[in-house]
């Protein structure tokens, strides 16, 4: 029997509300026992120093992994090591790939591709309609069949009214949430920022928080009627949090939402602070303007906000290099992710590490109703092990991801990935640790 301990250390597992000092013992890749003072008893043993937190392996559910078709941006490969780098040991990734994912067969070689990496599990979510284009439906049962996890047209929005409810229809019979990328594509325009001040002033044409909000409380009224688990992806408006948080308060638990650090951590100040017109603050929604971080902020804090996602986009460094209207929309996110929330969310005294855990782990596996997510006994060993008072220098070149667009290169900030286990394998450790 392949038998590993992890030795010492601060377990945090919300789902299983444990919270303190244990050992924890994994045998042919699941988790055996916690317990404190375990025997190592030849096992092989992974010291955790005083002070690390062992969590159940966090989970990104907004992730873009870009194959088929646009490998010189990623690969399943290089997007799982980033994945593992970062923490993750399961994302689920975006469908607007190159054919889209609307088709059994691109499903199942995504899943080959994962299996044949090795790395983090890979969970993908399949297209609402035929190609994305918002007319035909894709067939959802086949889809789900054949692994799908959720639906979802992003990049795009799914701006007709009547497929989303008939998609909702589809999905809660299948079980699956619909994912919806809010944006009015009347109010959105060919806007490259967030409308409001920088972008008046640097004479970009701006998207305003409202192109988000509206289709929030469409959708959110189209879950109602339907009853379909539904989740809004990378929320950046204080109005589609509001609209979010309404719909909690009269009871609609088939309701989730997710923020991206990014949105918690930049404002639209960065459209021109520390460099004017840098593409790397260019992403889909913007970066939007104080009142709405701080909102994210909030809603991070009281529950409202039930997952953290990174929604890592990378992109060549030859197609960023342009002017800033032609640039494509999108960041890398998968290394910079559990950095910049203990940094900004635990050490700011923002949230618990403990809740830091629920929004990166327990809830995205909640949400899509994932395996993982919770250090239970007998469930797959998929851990990840954090030094949150780490002090560390984000290096965009040193990435594991085949991109490098990100606009936190040379950020420090304390908060740092030990090591990342799959299936009781570990498949990611910080040598620098
Ligand atoms: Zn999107």
Redesign the pocket.
């Known amino acids: 029997m392949q038998k590993l301990i992890l030795k010492g250390g601060r377990v945090v597992d919300p789902a299983a509300r444990r919270d303190g000092e244990f050992d924890v013992l994994v045998e042919d890749g699941r988790i055996a026992r916690i317990d404190k003072s375990l025997p190592v008893d030849g096992a092989d043993v992974v010291e955790v120093k005083p002070g690390w937190i062992v969590a159940p392996g966090l989970i990104d559910i907004?992730v873009h992994l870009r194959e088929p078709g646009q490998e010189h941006k990623e690969t399943i490969a290089t997007g799982t090591a980033a994945a593992v780098a970062g923490g993750f040991t399961a994302v689920a990734c975006?469908p607007n790939t190159d054919p889209v994912n609307d088709h059994p067969g691109i499903t199942e070689l995504i899943l080959r591709r994962a299996a044949e990496a090795g790395l983090a599990r890979v969970y993908p979510i399949g297209a609402v309609s035929l190609g994305s284009c918002g007319e035909q439906m894709s067939e959802l049962g086949a889809q789900k069949a054949a692994g799908c996890v959720a639906f979802?047209d992003?990049?795009?929005p799914v701006a007709n009214a009547l497929l989303m409810r008939r998609a909702l229809e589809y999905a809660g019979m299948l079980g699956v949430p619909i994912v919806n990328?809010c944006?009015d594509p009347s109010l959105k325009g060919d806007g490259v920022a967030h409308e409001g001040f920088y972008a008046a002033r640097l004479g970009l044409r701006g998207i305003p928080g409202i192109a988000e909000s509206i289709m929030v409380e469409r959708d959110i009224a189209l879950a109602e009627m339907t009853g379909a688990p539904y989740h809004v992806?990378?929320m950046s408006a204080r109005q589609s949090l509001r609209a979010v948080r309404a719909a909690k308060a009269r009871g609609m638990t088939n309701v989730t939402c997710e923020v991206a650090p990014h949105h918690f951590v930049l404002t639209d100040e960065a459209l021109e602070k520390p460099v004017r017109y840098d593409t790397n603050v260019k992403m889909?929604?913007p970066l939007r303007e104080t009142a709405d971080r701080d909102a994210m902020l909030e809603g991070i804090a009281d529950g409202s906000v039930d997952v953290i996602a990174t929604?890592h986009?990378p992109h060549h460094a030859d197609e960023k290099l342009v002017e800033f209207d032609r640039a494509p929309?999108g960041i890398v996110g998968l290394e910079t992710c559990v950095p910049l929330v203990f940094d900004r969310l635990v050490h700011a005294g923002r949230v618990s590490a403990a809740r830091a855990i629920e929004l990166l782990s327990t809830n995205p596996a909640r949400v899509f109703r994932l395996p993982g997510g919770s250090l239970a006994d007998g469930a797959s060993a998929d851990i990840t092990i954090l030094a949150p008072d780490a002090p560390i220098t984000i290096a965009a070149a040193k990435l594991k991801s085949k991109s490098k667009n990100t606009p936190f290169d040379g950020w420090q900030l304390r908060g740092a990935v030990v090591a990342t286990i799959v299936g009781g394998k570990v498949v990611y450790r910080n040598e620098a640790l």
């Open positions: 907004h975006m979802t992003d990049g795009r990328h944006e992806c990378h889909n929604p929604d986009a929309f």
